[in-house]
């Protein structure tokens, strides 16, 4: 929605700088982070009986497949990745405190991937507008007030 703004504002080149910084965002938050947070969440989740993480993924594979064993990466990389986009549903859900912690910086690192590049598109605008204004001394030509022979 900003870049549009920025584009109908004449704005170009930043709507092209946000869309360069957004892109390198996503792709590292999202694709990257993403991985790594589901391998962390299935590190955490526990091999025992009782309900923990991995159980939950084992659940819900059971219910997409026809067999599965251990603690699916794959359906825990979609538990990370809902999280990611804020729209996880309770299918999987976290269970220790440890997997609450990796849950919300999951979710905040969702947050940083638009975030982060909408506040360097203002940042870059306002040191702009404040670059033009000023001049550097080596322009500024002195000004004489009065009549300088009295």
Not at 116 to 138: I, N, Q
């Amino acid at each position: 929605m900003v870049l549009l703004i920025l584009r109908s504002a004449a704005q170009s080149g930043f709507a092209r700088f946000g869309s360069k910084l957004f892109l390198c965002a996503y792709l590292s938050f999202a694709c990257v982070g993403n991985l790594v947070f589901a391998g962390v969440s299935v590190s955490l989740g526990g091999q025992s009986d009782d309900w923990t993480f991995c159980n939950k993924v084992k659940h819900t594979a059971k219910t997409w497949k026809e067999e599965a064993s251990g603690c699916d990466f794959g359906v825990a990389f979609y538990y990370v990745w809902m999280v990611f986009h804020a729209r996880a549903y309770g299918e999987i859900s976290p269970v220790s405190d440890a997997d609450h912690v990796v849950g919300a910086f999951i979710g905040l690192a969702g947050a940083f991937c638009w975030i982060v590049p909408l506040l360097l598109v203002a940042r870059k605008a306002v040191l702009d507008v404040v670059l033009s204004k000023v001049t550097t001394a080596e322009h500024q030509q002195p000004e004489v007030i009065g009549n300088a022979y009295m």
